[in-house]
């Protein structure tokens, strides 16, 4: 029969609409071995005998598509007896003697009465183990095994749903300048946590929720990770995305799933950024999904009881805290809120420092640098020593002469770079000035009058 014969594409495609139907595919494959097509064949009863393990028929036919004499076609046949033993006198003729013609599929009644076939069948001593070894390797496993979780429990959020990164090297030490910021951590984290006799003395519970707020590129995830490597905690980031779902009830169940893992995993701190996203204000929000999603953050903050966020260390940043659910900022959720502000002189010079640490620089007066950046974002400087590295690098190329960054350079850079910073002043004034109750944003307030911004 032709390779591409009309019946086997026909049978192929009868086979693909009924992947179920053993017969039917054990006689697909016995028109491939009667075309020669072995290869193919072996494939179509390895998927036969994932549905029927014990069919005769389907082992026969594997035997003859891997290399086994080939003998006149015949009715299948079950598993033939040793060469010993003669077939049994009340047994019918065999199938062979009238072949099946070329197409036609053979009787189930012929396949229930296990005809023997008389020819010499398969070599004498064929090694049916042997054989099935050999298949063995053809046919994959049927089903996959859900791996299940370190501690012997299933993870109901799957395997590695949520990435906890392990306690990280980076220190508050690491943190340049920030010397309130880090008074204020040390205060609300730290020192509970290396003290657990003054804690229990004082009732001092590890749970514990703190808001990071000031403008955008000031290092507020920085922080959030320094922390972490403080508290030798895994590190769990956050964002709108790994949240929300377009499903009804699936943003709740993953928020839910979130806050399980960090508890399985504690210590944890979990790092909720840009939690204007997350947790606006349901006043504001029209779809009822985000604010159920509120409503799920609001009762994993709170836990089931008094115990259940041990060890569970929640921070949360935004550029925009006044858009924050009040709900969220109550005592026993984020109550304590930091004010994250451009870098200080002292961490401008650190973060200058590291980013021109791999470039080739002479004589950088550091200090100058700083008193020029006052106002700019960790985001602006790393911007000021891109484009500093890119004046001196054109330069270098129309001279042809290589040269070094100088200070020249990267106060000129500074010149052309407008801090980003700004336009989140301007709107914070307002806040500061309008929306300040119960005196929420004093230390905002202190800081825009020291600047003689408000």
Known sequence: ??????????????????????????????????????????????????????????RELMARAMGMPQQPASAPASEP???????????????????TPAGLPSAPAQESAAPQDPRPPAPEGFDWRAAEEQVGDIVPPRFAETPSAADGQDDPGGAGAWDVD??????????????????????AFLAPMRNPGLRRLYGKSLRGGLLLYGPPGCGKTFI????????????????????????????????????????????????????DALGAKRSRTAHS???????????????????????????????????????????????????????????????????????????IDLGRLAKATDGFSGADLAHVCEAAAER????????????????????????????STGPWFASARNVAMFANEGGMYDDLVAYLKKKRKL
């Open 1 to 58: 029969m032709a390779e591409d014969s009309p019946l086997i594409q026909s049978l192929r495609s009868a086979v693909a609409a009924a992947p179920a139907d053993v017969p039917l595919r054990l006689h697909l494959a016995e028109l491939l071995v009667e075309a020669g097509r072995c290869d193919a064949a072996v494939a179509e009863v390895a998927v036969a005998l994932q549905h029927a393990p014990g069919d005769a028929q389907a």
């Open 81 to 99: 007896p040793a060469a010993s033993e003669p077939p049994a006198a009340s047994e019918p003729p065999a199938a062979s003697e009238s072949p």
């Open 166 to 187: 392990a306690p990280g090297t980076v220190r508050l030490a690491d943190v340049g300048g920030m010397r309130e910021v880090k008074d204020r951590l040390e205060a």
């Open 224 to 275: 959030a990770r320094a922390v972490a490597g403080e508290l030798g905690a895994g590190f769990l980031s956050v964002s709108v995305n790994d949240v929300l779902d377009m499903w009804v009830g699936n943003s709740e169940r993953n928020m839910h799933e979130i806050f399980e893992t960090a508890r399985r995993q504690a210590p944890c701190v979990v790092f909720l950024d840009e939690l």
């Open 289 to 363: 999904g985000m604010r159920n999603t509120v409503n799920q953050l609001l009762t994993e903050l709170d836990g089931i009881d008094s115990a259940a966020n041990e060890g569970v260390f929640v921070l949360a940043a935004t550029n925009v805290p006044w858009d924050v659910d009040l709900a969220l900022r109550r005592p026993g959720r984020l109550d304590r809120t930091l004010l994250v502000l451009p870098p200080d002189a002292p961490a401008r010079e650190a973060v200058l420092r590291y980013h021109l640490r791999e470039r080739p620089v002479e004589n």
């Open 392 to 419: 001196a690098l054109l330069d270098s190329a129309r001279t042809g002469t290589v040269r070094m960054i100088g200070t020249k350079d990267l106060l000129a850079a500074a010149q052309d770079v407008v801090p």
